[in-house]
C-alpha cells in the first residue's frame, strides 16, 4: 500500500484516506464524473464572463460615474464613496477567488480518476471549498450592490429635504 499524501484542503477538511470500496466507486463513476465536471466547467466560464462584466458595468458606469458626479458638484457623496470602495475590494476578491477555483478545477480535470482515484478526490473537495469561496463572494458582491443602493436612496432624501 502506498504512502498518502493529503493536501493542506484536504487536513483541513478532517477528511482521512480512504476505503478502498470508496475508491473502487470512485474509478466506477470516473467518466460520468469527469463529464459531469467538464460540463460545470463549461457553464461556470460562461457565468463568469456574464457576472464579471455585469459586475464590472455596475462599478465603472454607476458607481464611478455617480461618485464622480457627486465630487464634481461638491456634494457630500462620502458614504457612496465607502460603499463603493467595499464593492471593489469584494471585485477584486471576487477576480481572484475565481482564478483560483478555475485553476483547481481544471487540475481536477487532468487527474486521470481510473489511475489516482485518491487523488482525484481530495482536489474536488478542494474544488468544492474554492466554490463555495466564489459563492461567497458573489453573496457580498450582491449585498454591497444592495448596500450601495440603500445609501443612494437616503443621500437622495436627504438631498431632496435640504434642497426643498
Sequence with gaps: MGAIFLTASARALDVGPL???HKARIVANCTSAKTSLQQLHR?????????????ESIS???MARLNSRLALNRLDGS???????RY???LAQFRATYQTYEEQLSALLRINC?????????RALEVRERRKDVAQIIA??????????QTFERFLS?????TG
Design 114 to 122: 481510473q489511475k489516482q482515484p485518491e487523488s482525484f478526490y481530495y
Design 60 to 62: 465603472t458606469k454607476l
Design 79 to 85: 458614504e457612496l464613496v465607502a460603499s463603493a470602495a
Design 140 to 149: 457580498d458582491l450582491n449585498r454591497y450592490t444592495v448596500e450601495y443602493h
Design 43 to 55: 457553464s461556470d466560464a460562461s457565468l463568469r464572463v456574464n457576472r464579471g462584466q455585469l459586475y
Design 88 to 90: 471593489e475590494r469584494s
Design 19 to 21: 476505503s478502498e470500496s
Design 158 to 162: 436627504d438631498f431632496r429635504t435640504t
